[in-house]
């Protein structure tokens, strides 16, 4: 299956850029890790190190600050330990024990990374994304941080729709799942911390405009179709089915295995041609502003399709 994702999907057409501290960065959000305590048994800590958040932020954020760098590394795997809970070690398979986790963290985003406010309860977990959205604060964009706040709300959220799915064994349909899937994924979250590294980036009135708008989902899709076809061979097959936009295909169309992948790679090929023309089209009278969002939307579907080339995760 993985071989079948590397010759069937189209390579973005934007050039590949890597952050130069990237070894640094490893190491420091490592530590990072384990000091807060977010893994602890030596297989989940293998399964981290193998994920390699590091390589995809240096390659999402190429131009980032230092700082910049550490608090997207740090972001990504605070995400991967989560999705590792609820899809590997049971957390997500029951709503009723979902639920009090997203509480929990439900709380600390409530704070918007208070500096005065105590360590929150609720385990490793909420300290470290207490720290994360503390350390957001700190960037003094206001617009942001807000906007970070509330794209971990959605993903807290929509953890439990995978649960409940899992619980009744269900496979969404397509449409439900592609929007759900921008939530899921982490990637606005991810795609915001990027834009912290950018001071010129489009204030919350440009961010609204439809076109920019419609290519930041573009943009979401992407990424999340490009994880869903180089995971699905390591999720195929498991009990209750996996959330997976060739999943998904299978049980709405009634198409086989090997039908369903060439239809998830065309819609991602189709919507990465699509993308490639819209980002043309605001690129011919964009400001300094607009070019910022441009390049970092553009950096991520890149590095997004490197990386899952060569992670381990996948394997």
């Known amino acids: 299956m993985r071989g079948f994702a590397l010759s069937a999907?189209?390579?973005?057409?934007?050039?590949?850029?890597?952050?130069?501290?990237?070894?640094?960065?490893?190491a420091e959000s490592a530590g990072w890790v384990r000091d807060l305590g977010l893994v602890r048994d030596p297989a989940g800590r293998r399964r981290l190190a193998g994920a390699h958040a590091a390589e995809l932020a240096g390659r999402a954020g190429p131009e980032a600050s230092p700082a910049g760098l550490r608090l997207l590394t740090d972001l990504i795997n605070w995400l991967f330990v989560v999705d590792d809970a609820c899809d590997d070690d049971g957390l997500g398979a029951d709503p009723t024990r979902l639920a009090p986790t997203v509480a929990a963290l439900l709380s600390v985003l409530d704070r918007h990374g208070d500096p005065a406010a105590p360590v929150p309860a609720g385990g490793p977990l909420a300290v470290a994304l207490d720290d994360l959205c503390r350390r957001a604060r700190d960037a003094q964009r206001p617009a942001l941080l807000l906007r970070l706040v509330g794209q971990l709300r959605e993903y807290l959220l929509a953890l439990l729709w995978e649960a409940a799915n899992r619980e009744h064994r269900r496979v969404p349909g397509v449409a439900e799942y592609v929007q759900m899937r921008r939530h899921t994924g982490g990637v606005r979250p991810g795609f915001t911390v990027t834009d912290l590294?950018?001071?010129?980036?489009?204030?919350?009135?440009?961010?609204?405009?439809?076109?920019?708008?419609?290519?930041d989902v573009l943009a979401a899709d992407l990424v999340c179709w490009c994880n869903d076809l180089?995971?699905?061979g390591k999720e195929r097959g498991v009990a209750p089915?996996?959330?997976n936009l060739v999943t998904t295909i299978a049980g709405e169309t009634g198409q086989d295995e090997a039908a369903a992948l060439r239809e998830a790679a065309a819609r991602f090929n189709a919507a990465l041609a699509a993308y490639a023309e819209r980002d043309a089209a605001l690129t011919v009278t964009a400001d300094d502003g607009v070019r910022a969002f441009l390049a970092t939307r553009r950096d991520w579907i890149r590095a997004t399709?490197?990386?899952?080339?060569?992670?381990?995760?996948?394997?």
């Open 9 to 26: 999907l189209h390579e973005p057409p934007f050039p590949a850029r890597r952050h130069p501290a990237v070894e640094r960065v490893t």
């Open 241 to 243: 089915p996996a959330h």
């Open 305 to 315: 399709y490197d990386w899952s080339r060569a992670a381990t995760r996948y394997a």
């Open 197 to 215: 590294a950018h001071p010129a980036c489009p204030g919350p009135a440009r961010r609204a405009d439809p076109a920019l708008a419609a290519l």
């Open 230 to 232: 180089f995971s699905y």
